[in-house]
């Protein structure tokens, strides 16, 4: 058995004062130990002398030591970990090299993770208090696996205790003087643990910890503002997250520092993640109210699409993407009348003339504002999206399908997903009969080569195919074009036939 090596070298290394030899060989015999045979034998694995050899200041008998370590301490249930490799792991945290403070957490988390092994974390404050200034490291896989370990620790009621409820929340504090970026670091951890439930936000209200991002978001420091708000939208994507941040009158805050940023010259840092705030809103809660309670919020829309930094537009072009995605929110853009039909002749402009980056958002928007599914085709939404469609451009369809034949997989995909959208809205389809060449092109295989494009195409033609009035505007025949190609799939390639010529060598 396989095993018995590991065993017996285990026993080598801890024998030896320099066992790189053995500890090649060990990794080298691992590597082919299936892992259901190590646990079998978890019991008498020794991993002390290697934890002892992660001490000394060498790095491939680190190297070496970490690599044998992941995989040994696999066989082990989380439970044994715990129990039996306390010291060593609170050693591991505190260790200089990256990779071993990275294996550590990683046991950490499989001991969070598991219901068993978890109380016995819950009692060692000196390891969790570790784990807590590992949030601190430079690098940021450690920090992360650190906030990973504590936001799951905190999905209990036990867990939540010992994190707000001892010394442990001092070390947090303390933690967090360190530098802006771990400040930041420890307010995505409350924002995570804040969005479990409302009695866990209660804990991190009570904290003080959520006061002071709050703060921080509507002081006076517009690089600090541009980071918090982001984590706030994270607050925000619960429903307790945002009723307590109405409570607390931090939308109207947020409101009244949009309204201001026309005479701040540095509001450019923070307006995008502010108006993103508010797409947020809208689309988990009403549109509609949203956007009749913050008109400041549509009015700053509607005029960064008028402005001259790309960034600006770009945020305008997703959010009004966002707020058309539902039917309550294409009905509140209908409402602006005249205005919203400019701002789609903007964005058919900047799908053809701007930076392929911002062409890409422009489609996907336009995608979202002309996507109707087949249960809310009413005569006046399609008689809307159509005028929408119109508006894009003097020959949209023309415009559309200049953009998915240049090539860029991305740009194609983004415009066939346009067509994708309108695919099933009759008079998209009387469009697209009526346009010389169009059917052809829908049915070419040849002219997409990568697979995206292929894919994009193909949800093209399942859409046309799927849709109750394809048949009777397309014709017959077309229809059973259709069904060929989504029959035969999306990479179907036609096999090149031969002839045999009668005289031929």
Avoid at 237 to 244: K, L, M, P
Wanted: aromatic share 6%; with cysteine; glycine share 4%.
């Amino acid at each position: 058995m396989m095993a018995a090596q590991v065993l017996a070298l285990l026993r080598e290394v801890s024998r030896l004062e320099a066992p790189m030899e053995e500890l090649r060989a060990l990794q080298s015999v691992l590597q082919s130990v299936p892992l259901s045979e190590l646990r079998e034998q978890a019991a008498e694995l020794r991993l002390g002398p290697l934890f002892s050899l992660l001490n000394e200041n060498h790095r491939e008998q680190t190297t070496l030591c970490v690599s044998i370590l992941e995989r040994l301490l696999q066989a082990m249930e989380p439970v044994h970990v715990a129990r039996n490799l306390k010291v060593d792991l609170q050693r591991g945290l505190t260790h200089p090299n990256d990779s071993v403070k990275i294996l550590t957490l990683s046991q950490v988390g499989r001991i969070v993770e598991n219901s068993d092994a978890v109380t016995e974390i819950l009692n060692n404050g000196e390891l969790l208090k570790q784990v807590v200034y590992c949030i601190a490291g430079e690098n940021l896989s450690v920090a992360k696996a650190a906030i990973k370990s504590l936001s799951r620790i905190s999905l209990t009621q036990a867990g939540l205790e010992v994190l707000f409820e001892s010394n442990l929340l001092d070390d947090l504090k303390n933690v967090m003087k360190t530098n802006d970026i771990v400040r930041y670091r420890v307010y995505e951890l409350i924002v995570e643990i804040s969005s479990v439930s409302p009695e866990s936000l209660n804990y991190c209200t009570t904290s003080g910890l959520v006061t002071q991002l709050l703060r921080e978001l509507t002081g006076e420091d517009v690089l600090v503002r541009a980071t918090c708000i982001e984590t706030v939208t994270s607050l925000a994507s619960t429903h307790h997250g945002r009723q307590y941040l109405a409570q607390e009158g931090v939308i109207d805050q947020i409101s009244n520092i949009i309204v201001g940023a026309d005479s701040d010259p540095f509001s450019s840092f923070y307006l995008p993640g502010f108006v993103k705030f508010f797409g947020n809103l809208a689309i988990m809660d009403s549109p509609q109210q949203i956007c009749e309670r913050y008109p400041v919020f549509v009015e700053k829309v509607f005029e960064m699409t008028e402005s001259q930094d790309p960034t600006m537009i770009g945020v305008a072009v997703d959010t009004i993407g966002i707020l058309g995605s539902s039917v309550e929110g294409k009905q509140v853009l209908q409402k602006t009348g005249t205005r919203f039909e400019r701002l789609l002749m903007k964005i058919g402009y900047q799908a053809k003339n701007a930076s392929t980056e911002l062409k890409i958002r422009c489609l996907d928007a336009i995608s979202s504002l002309l996507y109707l599914p087949p249960e809310q085709q009413t005569d006046d939404l399609l008689r809307m999206t159509e005028s929408w469609f119109s508006s894009l451009s003097r020959d949209p369809l023309e415009l559309l399908r200049g953009i998915s034949i240049q090539p860029f997989p991305e740009l194609r995909c983004a415009a066939l997903k346009v067509f994708t959208a309108i695919a099933d809205q009759p008079w998209a389809q009387k469009l697209m009969f009526n346009s010389p060449g169009f059917v052809e092109y829908v049915v070419d295989r040849s002219v997409e080569r990568d697979k995206a494009s292929k894919d994009a195409k193909y949800e093209l033609v399942k859409a046309l195919a799927n849709s109750k009035t394809i048949a009777e505007i397309f014709g017959n025949p077309n229809y059973l074009r259709l069904r060929t190609y989504l029959n035969e799939g999306p990479y179907y390639v036609k096999p090149i036939s031969t002839t045999a010529v009668e005289g031929a060598d």
